[in-house]
């Protein structure tokens, strides 16, 4: 195993302390100071697209002891990576794996202990959150570019100001407008339908999912990109059970398993309901086999019967445009099949095609990773002479012979399914006492389960 040396520092960037009334004038002042920390231990998730990114850092008394509340609403930024074999490593743009805003400070003393700062932080989509209810005169136009509309709403939106300029389009050609999601007389109502007790982030998502299209933050960039270029495949990261996995755990979700979608919009203008369907109907994929109870010894044919579920999706008139939405739903959800859960002490593994290392501090939600059973076990399997030597091999390991049998019986299915998995969530766990501690990272996967091997 090689060895690994991850360091961590973070920043703190606060109003100039002082007294109270100091802190009022600030309020209304650009004059900032940052505080530049070195926690004992941190907590980072990096999230899917639907949730906010986090961090958890526990500081030294020595580190952030001042008052909680002069910290509140800090900007954090965390820094992680490996230090060369001298130890050295500096904190930089390219090892910055969060930017967001601290929710949660709380001072912690015990007798005999020394005193800690616990200090919990989101990313910028609390800001958005937190601007509730959004106010008429943020609500973005039809006649508006997607650009337009993201300045509109962060000029609503407290504290977001310095993010106008950070809007990131991925995987687009130039700029969408909002009215590419309507029909033409809808236009006329100028405005995106929106509930008036709603908060920023929703009016935001709104306009994006309008236009099929998925939105999150990574750091201080809003990045607006479309559900196919945010699931990457490039040469993943390889976890393998038997080499670098210490945890591995999978389980079906039975609830969305084979299920289609449908969504529906309202047409005000017309009074009627816009309906799509992704797979579209009488597709197969759309269709759950069942099979009959009958007498011992006769056979009667597989049935087939439709199962979707449905999403309500207003202000949409355009059937095109609808039509990319419910395909977005299908293809998010379709990824959710199958759970996954696999930690590693890792800093590094090798990736698929070039075995060149990746720094799982590196891996983002919606990139892939292959998860797998450590070649050997199977080519040994396989190797075996017989389906009777297969069925005692697995029995000796511990298998139920029920379980013994449907594996032998599967092993060309099995080996035809992909191990590619869509990471949904990252969590990075880091603990340092004198430059020595423990690291760990969790990756929570997903993926679709088809038995023709197509994920």
């Known amino acids: 195993m090689p060895l690994w040396r991850p360091r961590m520092a973070a920043t703190l960037t606060v109003p100039v302390l002082g007294t109270r009334e100091q802190r009022i004038r600030q309020e209304r002042s650009d004059e900032l100071i940052t505080l530049p920390v070195r926690p004992r231990s941190a907590r980072h998730v990096a999230n899917d697209h639907n949730h906010a990114d986090e961090v958890t850092l526990t500081l030294d008394w020595t580190e952030a002891g001042v008052d909680p509340r002069l910290l509140d609403n800090a900007v954090v930024a965390f820094y992680l990576d490996n230090a060369d074999d001298f130890g050295r490593w500096e904190p930089s743009e390219r090892n910055c794996r969060f930017m967001g805003i601290a929710r949660r400070v709380e001072a912690h003393r015990a007798s005999g202990e020394a005193a800690t700062v616990e200090i919990e932080a989101a990313d910028y989509t609390t800001l958005f959150l937190e601007a509730r209810p959004f106010g008429s005169s943020g609500i973005p136009e039809f006649k508006q570019t997607l650009e337009e509309a993201w300045r509109r709403i962060v000029s609503q939106t407290p504290g977001a100001e310095r993010l106008a300029d950070r809007l990131v389009l991925r995987g687009l050609e130039g700029t969408p407008k909002l009215a590419d999601a309507v029909g033409e007389r809808f236009r006329k109502l100028a405005r995106v339908p929106a509930n008036p007790e709603t908060d920023a982030w929703a009016v935001w998502q709104q306009c994006c999912g309008m236009l099929g299209l998925v939105s999150f933050f990574e750091l201080d960039r809003c990045i607006v990109t479309t559900s196919t270029a945010l699931y990457t495949e490039d040469d993943p990261p390889v976890l393998?059970?038997?080499s670098n996995l210490?945890?591995?755990t999978e389980s079906r979700d039975a609830?969305?398993?084979g299920?289609?979608?449908?969504?529906a919009s309202f047409d005000p203008l017309a009074q009627v309901?816009?309906?799509?369907?992704?797979?579209p109907k009488r597709d197969p994929k759309a269709a759950k086999k069942t099979v009959q109870a009958t007498p011992?010894?006769?056979?009667v044919p597989p049935s087939h019967f439709e199962r979707r579920d449905w999403y309500a999706f207003p202000g949409i008139t355009d059937q095109a445009a609808l039509d990319r939405v419910a395909r977005r739903i299908y293809e998010e959800r379709s990824r959710q099949e199958l759970l996954g859960r696999a930690v590693t002490k890792e800093w590094a593994v090798e990736r698929l095609t070039t075995q060149a290392p990746f720094e799982l501090a590196n891996l983002r939600a919606g990139q892939c990773v292959q998860v797998v059973i450590d070649p050997r076990d199977r080519l040994l399997l396989a190797s075996m002479g017989s389906e009777q030597e297969q069925r005692g091999y697995l029995e000796q390991r511990g298998y139920t012979?029920?379980?013994?049998?449907?594996?032998?019986?599967?092993?060309?299915n099995l080996a035809g399914l992909s191990s590619i998995y869509f990471a949904r969530s990252v969590t990075t766990e880091l603990t340092l006492e004198n430059d020595t501690g423990s690291f760990s990272t969790e990756v929570e996967y997903v993926n679709r389960i088809q038995i023709d091997g197509d994920t």
């Open 240 to 242: 393998m059970w038997g």
């Open 246 to 248: 210490l945890d591995w």
């Open 255 to 257: 609830t969305v398993a």
């Open 259 to 263: 299920k289609g979608v449908g969504v």
């Open 273 to 279: 309901t816009l309906e799509a369907y992704f797979p």
């Open 296 to 299: 011992q010894g006769t056979e």
């Open 401 to 412: 012979a029920p379980v013994a049998d449907l594996i032998v019986r599967n092993l060309g």
